[in-house]
Nanobody
């Protein structure tokens, strides 16, 4: 399985971005999917999870109410819709399915 993350970029505070993570080499319809992020000089941390069985979601408190994780199984793609972005959201964002990680996409939020 290969994961290709995209959609990152430079945005002003208060703006929005949608990240995508396309999976190839397999299907992930029956797996829980997640997003993590790593800010400069910091460890990689959890952002959001979408459980495959009941499609429930879990978010880190820092993004709750602003970020939405979703998936399109027909397209084998995972999404992270990000709104009301803050400078502290600046990080490389990684998608994760099972033990597989995407290569990361950089999000920079300017103040």
């Amino acid at each position: 399985v290969q994961l290709q993350a995209s959609g990152g970029g430079l945005v002003q505070a208060g703006g929005s971005l949608r990240l995508s993570c396309a999976a190839s080499g397999g299907t992930f319809g029956r797996y829980t999917v997640s997003w993590f992020r790593q800010a400069p000089g910091k460890d990689r941390v959890f952002v959001a999870t979408l459980y495959w069985r009941d499609r429930s979601t879990l978010y880190d408190d820092s993004v709750k109410g602003r970020f939405t994780i979703s998936r399109d199984n027909a397209k084998n793609t995972l999404y992270l819709q990000m709104k009301s972005l803050k400078p502290e959201d600046t990080a490389v964002y990684y998608c994760k399915i099972r033990t597989y990680w995407g290569q990361g996409t950089l999000v920079t939020v300017s103040s």
